[in-house]
């Protein structure tokens, strides 16, 4: 089985490393998705999957060193054991297989909630009542949380928040 090992780019630099180590003849892959539009009149915009982190497959005729010299590449991510940190040729294929042109295809998340309506946080370490702000491109919910006479901004997992009563 061949695998991927796990690069950690300079910041904003993932799509810039992986060309860049394409031209060297090393395949690489940057699993990134689409943004839901906005407005009508904007070219749809994506965003990296895993930000600052992407794929490039082991060779065997290739130093994975000589990889972290690339431009754009911070370094090669390693394992608790001091080895390199490799992904199955099946995550990878996993991945792309969510992909349509190009892109990871994103569940879209229905949410009853309006902006500014209460809702409960229930979290296995704290219960709290907020109001929802909005959901995130990851698909979070913002909750807009009063505590201790101050207002804070959580980001919250959907499965979490309850209309309160």
């Known amino acids: 089985m061949r695998n991927w090992l796990v690069v950690n780019s300079q910041p904003n630099r993932e799509l810039y490393a992986s060309a ?3 031209q060297w003849g090393i395949e690489s892959y940057v699993p990134r998705y689409l943004l839901p539009q906005t ?5 749809p915009r994506s965003r990296i999957f895993f930000p600052g982190y992407f794929f490039v497959r082991d060779r065997e005729d ?3 060193i000589s990889i972290q010299y690339a431009p754009g ?10 080895s390199f940190a490799r992904v199955s040729d099946e995550v990878v294929n996993r991945l792309k297989r969510k992909e349509a042109k190009g892109f990871i295809q994103m569940e879209q998340v229905d949410h009853p909630y309006a ?8 979290k296995p370490t704290y219960d709290v009542i907020g109001r ?3 959901l995130r491109d990851d698909q979070r919910a913002v909750v807009l949380l009063s505590l201790l006479g101050s207002s804070r901004e959580a980001v919250v997992d959907l499965r979490y928040v309850k209309k309160a009563a």
Not at 39 to 43: N, V
């Open 132 to 134: 929802f702000m909005r």
């Open 20 to 22: 860049f180590l394409t």
């Open 115 to 122: 902006v500014g309506e209460r809702v409960w946080v229930e």
């Open 73 to 82: 590449v911070s370094k090669l991510v390693r394992s608790g054991a001091g």
């Open 39 to 43: 407005k009508c009149e904007q070219p």
């Open 62 to 64: 290739i130093d994975p």
